[in-house]
């Protein structure tokens, strides 16, 4: 029997690609997979901006109505110039996601070298300031995202380790936010699934009634290259190592031109989501083949119910 599906889970927005290249003033070659966060009525996202020389930087882009935004002169975070971050982030400060928790706002980016990716950890509580904190993990990690909220005094945060055998997501805990442990996988890739080479966290996990709703991204390779697509899960609301349900189907997948085109060819990447105030609607922010930014909403009804029992 040939199981039915809702054809879409995720509206795109009509003015669809919102940021690219254009908007950003200054030189750059490219912009992708933002940070996205709602401080004091005003929608913030981080992008990542590659600049000519090839690094990426994190810049501020602010918007009233979450669609049309401006992008500020400067980046609010750059490659250090300073030790000990200099030597780990050489290659530039990536795919960035912003978590509210106790007053800060904790953000998780991909500091690049020759060594390879780690998780970098940065803190601001006005957008104007911002302070690194420390590393908070060793090479190769990425896709770090941090939960909203404690459990049992610890904080809780979802990565990737790069291990060629089983790329899926880890969950970890902390009583500082620096030193990390009590590791386990939570969710791995599904073999013959759309999420079948790899997954990674996407964008801050949103408490539901249900449990944690965590749209992630999956990958899955074929004959013409790797597909990106997202997903949805949802974890145990008090052990969020426990996976009570995942869409056996994607909620977007690439398909329009300024998806499927780009530097890297289809590709949809979210790093960050708001549920808005009505707590009905969600927007997803995502990058578009690693060359612009975009944004879908979604019912979180419709984001929880595509979310089945683990078969």
């Not at 054809?7 to 254009?22: A, C, Q, S």
């Not at 070659?29 to 940070?35: C, D, E, P, R, S």
């Not at 936010?177 to 590791?183: A, D, E, F, M, Q």
């Amino acid at each position: 029997m040939i199981r039915t599906y809702p054809m879409k889970i995720v509206k795109r927005y009509d003015g669809n690609p919102i940021i690219t290249k254009e908007d950003i003033p200054f030189p750059c070659n490219t912009v992708f997979n933002a940070g996205a966060v709602k401080h004091r009525g005003e929608y913030i996202l981080l992008l990542r901006v590659e600049t000519l020389e090839g690094r990426s930087v994190l810049v501020i882009a602010r918007s009233k109505d979450g669609y049309r935004f401006e992008v500020e002169e400067e980046p609010a975070l750059a490659p250090s110039t300073e030790e000990p971050f200099r030597r780990y982030e050489e290659k530039g400060v990536e795919d960035p996601r912003i978590t509210l928790l106790d007053g800060k706002y904790y953000i998780f980016y991909t500091a690049y070298s020759s060594y390879g990716p780690r998780i970098g950890l940065a803190v601001t509580r006005d957008f104007e300031d911002f302070k690194r904190l420390g590393f908070v993990s060793q090479p190769p990690n990425k896709d770090a995202v941090l939960f909203p909220k404690k459990f049992k005094g610890m904080y809780a945060r979802l990565d990737r380790p790069t291990a060629p055998e089983a790329m899926g997501i880890w969950i970890s805990y902390s009583k500082d936010l620096i030193y990390w442990g009590r590791s386990e996988m939570v969710m791995e890739p599904r073999p013959g699934f759309w999420d079948s080479l790899k997954i990674g966290a996407g964008a801050p996990p949103i408490e539901t009634d249900e449990g944690w709703l965590e749209i992630y991204h999956g990958v899955k390779t074929t004959a013409a290259g790797s597909i990106y697509r997202l997903g949805a899960a949802l974890l145990d609301r008090e052990d969020p190592s426990k996976v009570v349900g995942r869409s056996f189907i994607p909620i977007l997948s690439p398909s329009e031109l300024y998806e499927r085109t780009g530097d890297v060819p289809n590709v949809v990447f979210c790093c960050g989501a708001i549920l808005e105030s009505n707590l009905s609607e969600v927007k997803i922010y995502y990058g578009a083949a690693d060359t612009s930014i975009c944004v879908g909403s979604a019912s979180l009804k419709d984001l929880v119910e595509s979310c089945h029992p683990p078969r």
